[in-house]
């Protein structure tokens, strides 16, 4: 049969994000896949070369779209780890909740994609709903709904506001009294089975040689979680599970995916519970003419796409003198997309690569 | 940190510079030669999972430093290797022709991020099967990541060099 090249995006339905997928089809098998980013490269580690240390949060945020508050958080501890900054024990815990509350919002985005894609439209639009609840949340605690810019060094912004947890509490019990109805509707579903099993499998062994963190691992049954491994925050106060599966397919990674926003309510309850009072900031100092002392530093959360770190280097200036990112979409979406679309249909494209949970402006940056 | 791997470190290869910043990191330093040794050395040890390669431009050194940022998976039947633990290999090559071989043959994830290194620092990896482009769209004379490249400056040449909509009606 005749090979012929197929571009799959920027402009494509079953695309996701600013990202294209050059293609070599024989019939409608996938014969070999280059990933195509670029379609959004800001070169915001470049600009954050000519910002001072405090100003380079608006641009940290953006670099993932969906879940602003890890990057937030990797950038403000690579500062604290350079400057040296304590951060008070009531802060860790906000920022564990408040991590957790971003993991659940983009987990329900990244549902709201994958169902959308497969043609679940009305599971798409629930949680599409339910995640403008959490940004309502978020909107009361920071005044932003998207970019947040609430974690900073030396612990958060401010404080929650009174009756906030109440009102989490409530929103989260009202999320989570949907899921019968979701796993009726959508992860139930025979249909999605049938769409998703088997599909843009990757074997335990080929996803650790390239590079594969978050539920790419995680659906092969590796129990991989920086949170576990090396705790950051408030996550070694509580006791909480990695939800594993076996298989290694789009559908294991949905479902871990789903396992992990119910642990994470979980484990908000939960943090919630043993959360002390006290300051949630240490002061620092004047941030504008804030010099860090020179030394390179490296720093890893997880989140919510896997393994997210940042390499910093400071020259003992008023700005940081090399910034890198290691965003998990980028291993995912450029190394792993290329090997799992091999063989597969031109109508699973989108289905992978979105079970893959890469977002784009995470690999432009 | 693990005391034997350090020991076994320095005496397997000569002329590492090897740290122990904090608890669970470990810097080691290595001449451009040992780079490959070095690495395959520490993934045979269980050190099996790239996070990232990056590179710093030290311009008035004259240098760039590449970084190999890596640490274990933690699912192998050695368990001396700590998952929590971060190993820091850095080596320093001249800023000109900068040239180091690929390490794809080790870990396959290298391969984005030398391709970005190519594009964005101008550093050549022997051995690397496409240093094509990987986000950029133009040329540039100078790679944008070096720190003699003005971004301000550039932005200033490049698109105030194309005229205003509009203004060519105004000449008339």
New interface residues.
């Given amino acids: 049969m005749r090979e012929l090249e197929l571009y799959f995006g920027p402009q494509h339905l079953g695309m996701v994000g600013n990202f294209s997928i050059t293609l070599k089809v024989e019939g409608d098998r996938v014969v070999k896949a280059d990933a195509n980013?670029?379609y959004l490269?800001r070169?915001f580690?470049?600009?954050m070369e000519?910002r001072s240390w405090i100003k380079n949060f608006p641009m940290v945020c953006r670099i993932n779209v969906v879940e602003p508050d890890s990057m937030e958080l990797a950038y403000a501890t690579a500062v604290e780890s350079l400057a040296g900054i304590e951060v008070p024990e009531r802060a860790q815990f906000i920022r564990s909740i408040y991590l957790e509350l971003a993991r659940v919002g983009s987990h329900l985005f990244g549902l709201w994609a994958y169902s959308n894609m497969l043609g679940f439209d009305t599971a798409a639009q629930w949680a599409m709903y339910h995640r403008d609840l959490v940004l309502d949340l978020f909107e009361e605690l920071t005044g932003g709904r998207v970019y947040h810019i609430y974690i900073w060094p030396g612990g958060v912004r401010r404080d929650f506001p009174e009756g906030f947890e109440k009102r989490l509490v409530e929103t989260l019990h009202s999320i989570g009294g949907c899921v019968p109805d979701y796993d009726a509707c959508f992860f139930d579903n025979r249909l999605f089975y049938d769409r998703a099993a088997g599909i843009g499998k990757i074997t335990?062994e080929e996803a650790?040689?390239?590079?594969g963190t978050g539920q790419a691992l995680r659906a092969t049954g590796?129990p991989?979680d920086v949170r576990k491994?090396?705790p950051y925050a408030a996550y070694d106060k509580v006791p909480w599970e990695v939800p594993t599966r076996e298989d290694g397919d789009a559908f294991s990674r949905i479902w871990v995916v789903r396992d992990e926003m119910i642990e994470s309510v979980h484990m908000i309850f939960k943090l919630l519970d043993e959360m002390p009072k006290g300051d949630v900031y240490n002061r620092i100092p004047n941030p504008f003419k804030w010099r860090i002392p020179e030394g390179?530093t490296?720093v890893?959360c997880e989140s919510s796409r896997g393994?997210l770190?940042l390499?910093l280097?400071s020259d003992g200036g008023d700005k940081p003198?090399?910034v890198?990112f290691?965003t998990p979409s980028?291993?995912h979406g450029?190394?792993i997309l290329e090997k799992a679309l091999v063989g597969e249909s031109i109508s699973d494209v989108g289905n992978i690569m979105i079970s893959l949970y890469v977002v784009a402006p995470e690999i432009?940056r | 940190m693990d005391r034997a791997l350090i020991d076994s470190l320095s005496s397997t290869f000569d002329a590492l510079r090897v740290e122990v910043p904090r608890e669970d990191r470990l810097t080691v330093q290595a001449p451009r030669d040992a780079v490959m040794s070095v690495l395959s050395f520490l993934k045979g040890r269980g050190y099996d999972h790239l996070h990232m390669v990056s590179c710093v431009d030290w311009m008035e050194e004259g240098q760039f430093e590449l970084v190999y940022v890596l640490s274990a998976y933690g699912t192998g039947q050695d368990s001396a290797s700590n998952p929590g633990e971060e190993i820091i290999l850095k080596t320093r090559i001249p800023r000109e022709l900068p040239t180091v071989v690929s390490s794809i043959s080790l870990f396959k994830n290298a391969e984005p991020y030398e391709r970005e290194i190519h594009e964005l620092f101008g550093v050549r990896f022997e051995g690397h099967p496409r240093l094509t482009p990987l986000f950029l769209e133009r040329d540039y004379e100078i790679p944008p990541f070096r720190k003699d490249f003005d971004t301000r400056q550039y932005v200033e040449d490049f698109f105030g060099s194309i005229p205003p909509v509009g203004e060519e009606d105004q000449d008339v």
């Fill in positions: 980013p670029g490269h070169g580690e470049k600009l000519q335990r650790m040689e390239m590079g590796v991989y491994i090396e390179e490296y890893r393994e770190g390499y280097v003198y090399r890198h290691r980028y291993p450029l190394t432009d």
